[in-house]
């Protein structure tokens, strides 16, 4: 097993031919005004493994990353101003919209996604910010849900992720998160596919090497959701997640499973303390 996951690394990652490959040192300031820490002091949970945790920001090409930093070039606002609209707009059978409720986004969404996923003691379940604003949606406003990784959801998440710029991802991972971050551990080190690799085999093992011409980072979310030029929308984790579960050439779960949760939920721990990005640009 572990041979046959070692060769299949091998043939997918090409050695790197220079220090092109090595995460680059540039700083991250949005809009001349936000500080990013894109590099941190791994958490304590990862202090055995990693030395240090990476935004994805530093594996991509310099053009990629300028669009990143101002948010007239970076494409994702045009979605987070249609976001914006959806925030006031009165949907559902009980005549409310996200306004009615929240008030101004700035003021009652600033920090928010900084704390996702998290414990939701009244539903007894950790609580992706997707499924919160779904049950907002359902039983605030008596409205249809939206599709868990569609557009209208990708884009309210960059809207609420843009509140929380610059401050640190910090996910509680103890009390009763504790067994749904287990078991997102487990699924993040477990191989999976035709191909026996897990997330850590190329996460973890690998980033900073060269994959079929990707550069590898460390699959982190704190810039998530991400404007991905590849498919010109704002991609959310559980899409990713996806993709790259596809990749091993695995049978994958659907966004929103337990699973998706719980992983979420233990690679932003892997993130606690880079500085939230959200909507980040990716290639
Ligand atoms: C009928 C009132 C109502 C409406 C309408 C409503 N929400 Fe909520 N929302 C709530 C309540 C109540 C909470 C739980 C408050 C808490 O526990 O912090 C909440 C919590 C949230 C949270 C998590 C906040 C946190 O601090 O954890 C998000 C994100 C959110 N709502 C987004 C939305 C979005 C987006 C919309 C529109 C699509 C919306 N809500 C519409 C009542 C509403
Ligand atoms: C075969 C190698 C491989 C495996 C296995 C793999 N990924 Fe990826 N992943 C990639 C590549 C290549 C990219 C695009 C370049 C990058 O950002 O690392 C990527 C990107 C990502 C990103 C986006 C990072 C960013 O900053 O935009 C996340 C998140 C991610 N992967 C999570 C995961 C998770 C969780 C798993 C396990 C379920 C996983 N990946 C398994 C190769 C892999």
Known sequence: MKFKAMTAIAALVAAPLSAVADPDD????????????????????????????????????????????????????????????????????????????????????????????????????????????NDCRETGMQAEKWKYTGGNMAAMEALISVQSRGMPVNVAIDGPAEAAWEMGKELYYTRTGQLELSCANCHEDNYGNMIRADHLSQGQINGFPTYRLKNAKINTVHARFKGCVRDTRAETYSPGSDEFVALELYVASRGNGLSVEGPSVRN
Request: aromatic share 8%.
């Open 26 to 133: 540039d700083t991250l300031v949005v809009n001349e005004e936000i500080e990013m820490v894109t590099k941190a002091a791994a958490p304590d949970h990862l202090s055995d493994t990693l030395d240090e945790v990476m935004s994805g920001w530093h594996f991509r090409s310099d053009e990629t990353q300028s669009l990143q930093m101002d948010d007239f070039d970076n494409p994702a606002m045009v979605f987070v101003d249609q976001a914006l609209e959806k925030w006031e707009e009165v949907e559902g059978a009980a005549g409310k919209s996200c306004a009615s409720c929240h008030d101004d986004v700035e003021e009652s969404m600033k920090g928010v996604r900084a704390v996702y996923p998290k414990w939701n003691d009244e539903k007894e379940a950790v609580y992706t910010m997707a499924m919160q604003i």
